[in-house]
C-alpha cells in the first residue's frame, strides 16, 4: 500500500495556471505507475493524466492535451501535475492515484491507492 498526499489546489481565473503535487509514501514508489484524476459534483471521476514507473511514458486526456504536463522525481517520491490555460469546466477535485507498473492505465478502476484529494477552482 502507498499513501498519498495532493497539495497545491486553488483558486484561479479563466487562463490561469496551477501545479498540483502528490507526495507518496510506502510501497516503492518507483515502480508504480501514478495517475491524475479529477471529480466535479455530480459527475464521474474522469482520467487527467498518467505518467510510468520511469517516467519515460505518458498519457492525457483529450481535454487536457497541450494544457497539462504530469511528471514526477522518483529520487523525491514525487508526482506533479502543471497545468496551463485553465477552464471554468477544469474545475474540480483532483485525486492522485497509484497502481502496479502496468500500462495503459486510463481507468479509475486500474489504480489502488488514491489521495484525499485537493481543489480546483477556475473562475470566469
Known amino acids: 500500500q502507498v499513501q498519498l498526499a495532493e497539495s497545491g489546489g486553488g483558486m484561479v481565473q479563466t487562463g490561469g495556471s496551477l501545479r498540483l503535487s502528490c507526495a507518496a509514501s510506502g510501497r516503492s514508489f518507483s515502480s508504480l505507475t501514478m495517475g491524475w484524476f479529477r471529480q466535479a459534483p455530480g459527475k464521474e471521476r474522469e482520467f487527467v493524466a498518467a505518467?510510468?514507473?520511469?517516467?519515460?511514458?505518458?498519457s492525457y486526456a483529450d481535454s487536457m492535451k497541450g494544457r497539462a504536463t504530469i511528471s514526477r522525481d522518483n529520487a523525491k517520491n514525487t508526482v506533479n501535475l502543471q497545468m496551463n490555460s485553465l477552464k471554468p469546466e477544469d474545475t474540480a477535485a483532483y485525486f492522485c492515484?497509484?497502481?502496479?507498473?502496468?500500462?495503459?492505465?486510463?481507468?479509475?478502476?486500474?489504480?489502488?491507492?488514491w489521495g484525499q484529494g485537493t481543489q480546483v477552482t477556475v473562475s470566469s
Open positions: 505518467i510510468s514507473w520511469h517516467g519515460g511514458t505518458t
Open positions: 492515484a497509484a497502481r502496479g507498473s502496468s500500462w495503459p492505465a486510463g481507468s479509475p478502476n486500474d489504480y489502488n491507492d
